[in-house]
């Protein structure tokens, strides 16, 4: 899950961070990657990060940034500057309404991309287009990206879990969570596997989708896809695919990239992030109750339901 924080300013400049300013208006040599042009960290990402990080059940560790590199135009410098190999949130977990617990490997804190429109062709897409439009009022956008482990075992269970996980964002301040603008996106990892069977199969992520109903949709139907794959007796491919709502069908993006096609490297540019552990405690007194406290709080003094808790927080 990609979420945009709730700053003032983009994360590594004093540029805007704000949705549906005209195109290209919020933008700094810093966004634009132009020479000469140095990160500055912004300290408010920093603290949402461990704001939501703490209220996920993460451990808020020293991190690194470090440059992925791809080469798309919504990026200008060719690189993201993100979090590799020691993010700052880890090991944390998230309790759905039905008590289900699913496992967070990581959350760590990276710079949004620009936003490409493909004009003519498909649909929108880059495939037959005529021509394509950038606008970087987006890039550079604070994100923090929160990555489950794979405990999810149904469509239904992922849907609780983007929105129990986008109430603890509104809870905490940490971010506006629309997914209508963007600031919420969710990526689904989906693979299958017999039953009986703890094998973790070939899995193919479904990119940037925009509401439960998609997620939901777009899970169902590239589960069916694969197992249809496997009782042909061929087997899905690790690739992206994007998720057609008008279709209610997936379509390949590309094959999936490894951590070595983006060639991370230390970013040169920023130190080591080492928050003061005074700071991360004056954070976690500060958190509100959050949506399963609430729901406690209410089947305690009420006679509600865990269910009608469910509905109400």
């Not at 997914?179 to 969710?186: A, N, P, Q």
Request: charge should be negative; proline fraction near 6%; charged fraction near 25%.
């Amino acid at each position: 899950v990609h979420v945009e924080l709730a700053t003032a300013t983009k994360l590594f400049s004093s540029a805007p961070n704000r949705f549906g300013d005209e195109p290209n208006t919020n933008v700094t040599p810093v966004c634009l990657g132009l020479p000469g042009s140095l990160p500055v960290l912004n300290r408010m990402a920093v603290e949402h990060a461990i704001r939501l990080g703490l209220a996920i059940n993460c451990e808020i560790r020293p991190s690194v940034f470090a440059r992925k590199n791809y080469f798309y135009p919504d990026m200008p410098k060719d690189f993201q500057i993100s979090q590799y190999d020691q993010p700052i949130c880890v090991d944390g977990h998230l309790e759905l309404p039905n008590g289900t617990v699913i496992g967070i490997e990581r959350a760590h804190l990276e710079e949004d991309t620009g936003k490409s429109t493909h004009v003519g062709g498909d649909g929108g897409r880059i495939h037959g287009a005529q021509h394509a439009m950038i606008d970087y009022n987006r890039a550079g956008v604070p994100l923090l990206e929160i990555v489950s482990r794979p405990d999810l075992r149904s469509a239904q269970d992922a849907r609780s879990f983007a929105e129990e996980l986008r109430q603890i964002l509104l809870a905490t301040g940490a971010s506006d969570a629309r997914l209508e603008e963007g600031s919420m996106r969710v990526d689904a990892n989906v693979s299958v596997r017999p039953v009986g069977s703890d094998e973790l199969r070939t899995r193919c992520e479904v990119k940037n989708l925009n509401s439960f109903r998609s997620l939901v949709r777009a899970i169902e139907y590239e589960a069916a896809r694969h197992i249809s794959l496997y009782e042909s007796g061929e087997e899905p491919s690790q690739q992206t695919r994007h998720w057609a709502e008008a279709e209610g069908r997936t379509h390949r993006l590309r094959s999936k990239e490894e951590a070595n096609d983006y060639r991370y490297f230390t970013e040169p540019d920023l130190v080591l992030l080492d928050p003061e552990q005074s700071w991360i405690d004056e954070i976690r007194e500060s958190l509100p109750a959050l949506p399963a406290q609430r729901r406690s709080s209410l089947v305690a003094a009420t006679d509600a339901s865990s269910s009608d808790a469910a509905m109400v927080c």
